[in-house]
């Protein structure tokens, strides 16, 4: 049977019903076990549903339902949209990325297609354009979707690093009634919070008018919380979310999420996508809480 070890994981319930039709006498109920005590909830497709376990004729955890490659790329290309490196080349069907080495998703291969010409040629072709650059390689490594390049580029003994955690949440219904101040470019103090020592090249990136939002909280004068929100398509991405040390442990973190949210929701965005690194487990048991679940992972590839 499950109990709260299971919470987070994907399950299967069969419920007998009270009032069986003739040759149905139980209903199944699949999805995220989002509670387990005196009710269990089970998170399906269409909401959340609640389960007595006196009820309940068997129970137990399933694998989690594959993620389609079809979603991963279009997710994958919008995130490309929120996150514009300041210089870009096509190479066949992967774009090439770079942004004066400021951040490695602006700095990084985006290969959801196989190569024109061949591997060899095409990894010869990227190792000279970042070379020309002076930028290391590497390659942005979209989970199930890249396996092929990733098996090809580990072979050549390109690293693999940074494995990151795409986290997504559905907007439906979101609002906002809170401290943060919203504007469509990033302020001084978010610069300098945020630029990793790129101050010429972060605001590129970061981006500003229609479709960018900049969430902050001041306190005493000074910038306590902030986070970034770029919409392309039907979703919303959340970046840059950082609390000064100390102000932490207030919430401010996530009353900045919820308005970069309910921004997003505004702006018609259907879901919300977030990226955190995957051995941050404190911060994705916080995401969770809030809503959002694992959609698929990625990584860089580098070259040694």
Do not use: C
Request: hydrophobic share 45%.
């Amino acid at each position: 049977m499950l109990g709260p070890e299971h919470v987070g994981r994907r399950v299967v319930v069969r419920v007998g019903l009270a009032d069986p039709a003739p040759g149905r006498r139980y209903r199944d109920v699949t999805g995220e076990l989002v509670a387990a005590g005196d009710v269990w909830r089970v998170r399906t497709r269409t909401g959340d549903v609640d389960v007595s376990p006196g009820t309940v004729v068997a129970a137990r955890v399933v694998p989690p339902k594959p993620v389609p490659f079809s979603e991963i790329v279009a997710t994958e290309r919008l995130l490309a949209e929120t996150w514009p490196a300041t210089e870009t080349a096509a190479l066949g069907g992967w774009l090439l990325r770079a942004a004066g080495g400021f951040t490695n998703r602006a700095n990084s291969v985006l290969a959801l297609t196989a190569p024109e010409g061949g591997v060899d040629a095409a990894v010869a072709a990227v190792v000279d354009w970042y070379g020309a650059r002076g930028l290391v390689p590497k390659f942005s490594m979209a989970g199930p979707v890249t396996r092929r390049l990733d098996d090809e580029l580990a072979a050549r003994g390109w690293t693999y690093e940074m494995e990151t955690v795409v986290m997504v949440k559905a907007l439906k219904g979101t609002r906002y009634d809170g401290e943060a101040v919203l504007t469509d470019a990033p302020s001084a103090a978010f610069l300098a919070q945020t630029d990793r020592g790129a101050a010429s090249t972060a605001p590129r990136v970061f981006g500003s008018g229609p479709g960018r939002a900049y969430a902050e909280i001041w306190r005493d004068g000074a910038l306590a919380a902030r986070g970034r929100g770029a919409v392309a398509g039907d979703l919303l991405a959340v970046t840059s979310i950082g609390t000064a040390p100390e102000y932490r442990r207030r919430g401010l973190g996530t009353e900045i999420l919820a308005a970069l949210e309910a921004w997003g929701a505004e702006t018609d965005a259907a879901r919300a996508a977030l990226q955190v690194e995957a051995d941050n487990a404190p911060a994705i048991a916080m995401y969770e809480r809030l809503g959002y679940a694992e959609r698929y992972r990625y990584g860089y590839r580098v070259r040694p």
